[in-house]
């Protein structure tokens, strides 16, 4: 399956990536995930994204373009993978299409994890995740085994820069512009689905319901 997953910052995209890309054994690529990896390891293209993401900005389409071209290329895309975080823009879904179409391929499902946007701030603000794998955890909500340390790789826990109150508020505020317009690219294409629930557990089980059902 080739899988996307669309929803606000805080939505929970990374976090059912990781569940969906374990279950299914599909490689998880999140742009969000390796621009902290770049930035890290002080490589030109993450401090040049350094300097948006901190602002809660987005990284220009050329940068996300180029890094999720070069994971595409490190897999066998026709065994399937789920993308969190990409595409961001009607260009970067534009990309991803033509690039897709170019292979005789295309996405098969987009998932989209509806979510009150009240409920976004303090999930963010509580947000905890390892720079090693991705994962991401809830101080309250989804506490790892051991305080501080990810259950899946054993390192340390870290709060994302990017996730103080006034960054959290205008990233929030960017993606939502922004996904409107993605919304209604996918549902014209008749690929998008829409998820809710409460839990991480109820939204991952619609997950599954949805994938199964198109399988
Ligand atoms: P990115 O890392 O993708 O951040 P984001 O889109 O803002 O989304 P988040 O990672 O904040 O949220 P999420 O939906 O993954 O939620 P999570 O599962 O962690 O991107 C960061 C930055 O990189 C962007 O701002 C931009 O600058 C740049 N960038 C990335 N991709 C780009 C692109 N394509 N183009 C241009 N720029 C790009 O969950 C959030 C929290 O809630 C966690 O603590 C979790 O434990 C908890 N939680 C999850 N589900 C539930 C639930 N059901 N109930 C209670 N708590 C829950
Ligand atoms: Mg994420």
Known sequence: MKLMLLGLSGAGKGTQAKKISQDYNLPHIATGD?????IEEGTPLGQRAEKYIEKGKLVPDKDAIKIVK???SKIDI????????FPRTLYQANVLTELLNDLNTELDIVLYIKVDPEELIDRIAGRRVCLNCGASYHIEYNSPKREGICDLCGKE?????DDQE???RYRIEVHARMIDELIIYYQN?????????KSIEDIYNNIKMTIEVER
Do not use: A, P, W
């Not at 390796?34 to 770049?38: A, C, M, T, Y």
């Not at 826990?157 to 820069?161: T, V």
């Open 70 to 72: 070069e994971e595409l």
């Open 189 to 197: 294409k008749g690929i998008l689905r829409t998820i809710t629930g």
């Open 78 to 85: 026709f065994s399937g993978f789920v993308l969190d975080g």
């Open 166 to 168: 006034e960054t959290i």
């Open 34 to 38: 390796i621009f902290r990896i770049l």
């Open 157 to 161: 826990l870290i709060q994302r820069n």
